[in-house]
C-alpha cells in the first residue's frame, strides 16, 4: 500500500538523466528495429523469386518465430540474472549478419538459416529493451513499456512500406544493404545503453501461474498477424492488387497511435476495457481483409488490426509487467514476446496449409475464429487498477 510519499518517489526515478536513458534505449529501438522490418515483408517475395514453394514459405518465414520461442523461454532467468543490455547488444548483432547474409547468399535453404538468426535477434531485443526501459520507470511500468513499444511500432509502420519499394525498385541489394546499415547504427548505440541488474534474484525460471491467461489471450489475439505477414504479399501480387505496404502502414500506425496513450491508461486505471477494446477492433479489421482488396479496405483492414493490436498487447504487457517484481519480470516480459512469437509461427505454418487448399479467404476465417477465442482469456485476465505501482516489497531494478 503506498502512502503519501508516492508521489515523490516516482518524481525522484523521473530525473534528466533517467529521461536521457531512456531515450537511447528507444532510439537504439527505431534503429534496429526498421532495419529488421525492412525485411519482413519482402521476405516471402524474396523467397518465392529463390524458387520457393508457396505452401512452403508461411512454414520458412515463421521459422524464425519458431526460433524466437525456444530462445525467449531461456532468455527469461538470463535477464533476470545477467541484466538487458548484453542481449541488446548481441540482437542487434544478428541482424547485422542476417542482413550481409541474405545477400550474400541467395537461396532458399541459406536465406531461411539466416531468417532464424532474425527470429533470435527479435527474441531478445524487444524483452530486454522493455525490462530495461520498466527499470528506469518501476512505478509506471505500462507507460514505459507503451513508450518503447511505440517506437517498435513507428519501425514496424515505415520498415514494410519502405522495403516493398525498394526491393521493387532495386531488388535485394537495394533491400538489404540499408537494412545492414541500420543494424551497424544500432549496434554501435547498444555499447551506450546503461547497465540494470535487479537487486533480488528470482528462483528457478521465475514463472508465475497467473501470467497464463495472459500469455494466451495474447497469442489468441495476435496469431491473425502471422498469416497476413507470411501470405498478403504474395496474394496481392497474385491478384495484380496493391501494395500489401498499405495495409502494413496502416496497421502500424494504429499501434504507434494506441500503445502509448494506453499504457498511461492502464497505469492509472487498468487494462481490462483496453483488452476488450482491442479484440472488437481486431476481428472487424481481419474481415476487411477478406473483402475485394482496394487502397481503402487495405487501410481500413490495418486501422482495425493497428489499433485493436494497441489496445489489447498494451494490456497485457502492463499486465505482465504489473504481476512480476524486479526479480522476475524479464521472465514475464520475455514470455509476454514469446507468445508473439509462438502465435505468428503457428499462424504463418496453418495459414501455408489453408492458402494452398482454400486461398487467402481460409487465413482470413482463420484468424478472424482465433480473435473470438480469445476473447474469455481476456475477460479472465482483466484488471481494474494498477495504483501505479508494481507489486508489494519489490526492491526494483538497479540502473548503472
Given at each position: 500500500?503506498?502512502?503519501?510519499?508516492?508521489?515523490?518517489?516516482?518524481?525522484?526515478?523521473?530525473?534528466?538523466?533517467?529521461?536521457?536513458?531512456?531515450?537511447?534505449?528507444?532510439?537504439?529501438?527505431?534503429?534496429?528495429?526498421?532495419?529488421?522490418?525492412?525485411?519482413?515483408?519482402?521476405?516471402?517475395?524474396?523467397?518465392?523469386?529463390?524458387?520457393?514453394?508457396?505452401?512452403?514459405?508461411?512454414?520458412?518465414?515463421?521459422?524464425?518465430?519458431?526460433?524466437?520461442?525456444?530462445?525467449?523461454?531461456?532468455?527469461?532467468?538470463?535477464?533476470?540474472?545477467?541484466?538487458?543490455?548484453?542481449?541488446?547488444?548481441?540482437?542487434?548483432?544478428?541482424?547485422?549478419?542476417?542482413?550481409?547474409?541474405?545477400?550474400?547468399?541467395?537461396?532458399?535453404?541459406?536465406?531461411?538459416?539466416?531468417?532464424?538468426?532474425?527470429?533470435?535477434?527479435?527474441?531478445?531485443?524487444?524483452?530486454?529493451?522493455?525490462?530495461?526501459?520498466?527499470?528506469?520507470?518501476?512505478?509506471?511500468?505500462?507507460?514505459?513499456?507503451?513508450?518503447?513499444?511505440?517506437?517498435?511500432?513507428?519501425?514496424?509502420?515505415?520498415?514494410?512500406?519502405?522495403?516493398?519499394?525498394?526491393?521493387?525498385?532495386?531488388?535485394?541489394?537495394?533491400?538489404?544493404?540499408?537494412?545492414?546499415?541500420?543494424?551497424?547504427?544500432?549496434?554501435?548505440?547498444?555499447?551506450?545503453?546503461?547497465?540494470?541488474?535487479?537487486?533480488?534474484?528470482?528462483?528457478?525460471?521465475?514463472?508465475?501461474?497467473?501470467?497464463?491467461?495472459?500469455?494466451?489471450?495474447?497469442?489468441?489475439?495476435?496469431?491473425?498477424?502471422?498469416?497476413?505477414?507470411?501470405?498478403?504479399?504474395?496474394?496481392?501480387?497474385?491478384?495484380?492488387?496493391?501494395?500489401?505496404?498499405?495495409?502494413?502502414?496502416?496497421?502500424?500506425?494504429?499501434?504507434l497511435l494506441l500503445r502509448a496513450p494506453t499504457g498511461?491508461?492502464?497505469?492509472?486505471?487498468?487494462?481490462?476495457?483496453?483488452?476488450?477494446?482491442?479484440?472488437?477492433?481486431?476481428?472487424?479489421?481481419?474481415?476487411?481483409?477478406?473483402?475485394?482488396?482496394?487502397?481503402?479496405?487495405?487501410?481500413?483492414a490495418g486501422a482495425g488490426t493497428g489499433i485493436g493490436?494497441?489496445?489489447?498487447?498494451?494490456?497485457?504487457?502492463?499486465?505482465?509487467?504489473?504481476?512480476?517484481?524486479?526479480?522476475?519480470?524479464?521472465?514475464?516480459?520475455?514470455?509476454?514476446?514469446?507468445?508473439?512469437?509462438?502465435?505468428?509461427?503457428?499462424?504463418?505454418?496453418?495459414?501455408?496449409?489453408?492458402?494452398?487448399?482454400?486461398?487467402?479467404?481460409?487465413?482470413?476465417?482463420?484468424?478472424?475464429?482465433?480473435?473470438?477465442?480469445?476473447?474469455?482469456?481476456?475477460?479472465?485476465?482483466?484488471?481494474?487498477?494498477?495504483?501505479?505501482?508494481?507489486?508489494?516489497?519489490?526492491?526494483?531494478?538497479?540502473?548503472?
Amino acid at each position: 500500500m503506498r502512502h503519501g510519499g508516492g508521489k515523490a518517489a516516482i518524481a525522484s526515478t523521473t530525473t534528466p538523466g533517467v529521461w536521457r536513458a531512456f531515450a537511447l534505449i528507444g532510439v537504439v529501438v527505431a534503429i534496429t528495429q526498421t532495419g529488421f522490418f525492412l525485411t519482413s515483408a519482402v521476405l516471402p517475395l524474396y523467397l518465392r523469386d529463390l524458387g520457393a514453394p508457396e505452401g512452403r514459405i508461411g512454414l520458412e518465414v515463421g521459422s524464425g518465430n519458431l526460433a524466437a520461442l525456444f530462445v525467449m523461454l531461456a532468455l527469461g532467468p538470463a535477464l533476470n540474472r545477467r541484466g538487458p543490455r548484453p542481449f541488446i547488444t548481441l540482437g542487434a548483432a544478428l541482424y547485422l549478419v542476417a542482413a550481409l547474409a541474405m545477400i550474400t547468399l541467395p537461396a532458399e535453404g541459406p536465406v531461411t538459416l539466416f531468417r532464424v538468426l532474425q527470429g533470435i535477434g527479435t527474441a531478445v531485443i524487444m524483452p530486454s529493451a522493455s525490462t530495461l526501459a520498466t527499470g528506469l520507470l518501476p512505478h509506471r511500468p505500462a507507460t514505459a513499456i507503451g513508450l518503447m513499444s511505440s517506437l517498435n511500432s513507428l519501425a514496424l509502420a515505415v520498415g514494410p512500406p519502405i522495403g516493398l519499394a525498394l526491393y521493387a525498385a532495386h531488388g535485394a541489394t537495394g533491400l538489404f544493404v540499408p537494412a545492414a546499415i541500420a543494424a551497424t547504427f544500432g549496434f554501435a548505440a547498444t555499447w551506450l545503453l546503461p547497465r540494470a541488474r535487479p537487486i533480488h534474484r528470482a528462483r528457478g525460471f521465475g514463472f508465475d501461474r497467473a501470467w497464463i491467461p495472459l500469455l494466451v489471450a495474447n497469442a489468441l489475439g495476435i496469431i491473425h498477424f502471422g498469416g497476413i505477414l507470411a501470405y498478403l504479399s504474395l496474394d496481392l501480387r497474385a491478384r495484380h492488387g496493391p501494395s500489401a505496404g498499405i495495409f502494413f502502414a496502416a496497421d502500424s500506425v494504429g499501434v504507434l497511435l494506441l500503445r502509448a496513450p494506453t499504457g498511461m491508461f492502464v497505469d492509472r486505471a487498468g487494462s481490462r476495457w483496453p483488452k476488450l477494446l482491442g479484440l472488437a477492433f481486431i476481428l472487424p479489421g481481419i474481415l476487411f481483409l477478406g473483402l475485394s482488396p482496394t487502397p481503402l479496405t487495405l487501410a481500413a483492414a490495418g486501422a482495425g488490426t493497428g489499433i485493436g493490436a494497441g489496445l489489447l498487447v498494451s494490456g497485457i504487457m502492463a499486465d505482465l509487467a504489473r504481476l512480476s517484481t524486479g526479480a522476475n519480470r524479464g521472465t514475464a516480459l520475455s514470455l509476454g514476446s514469446a507468445s508473439f512469437s509462438s502465435a505468428f509461427f503457428v499462424g504463418s505454418t496453418i495459414s501455408g496449409l489453408l492458402y494452398t487448399a482454400d486461398g487467402f479467404g481460409a487465413i482470413v476465417s482463420f484468424g478472424a475464429i482465433m480473435a473470438v477465442a480469445a476473447l474469455p482469456f481476456a475477460l479472465l485476465s482483466g484488471s481494474h487498477g494498477t495504483s501505479g505501482g508494481e507489486r508489494p516489497g519489490n526492491a526494483g531494478d538497479a540502473i548503472a
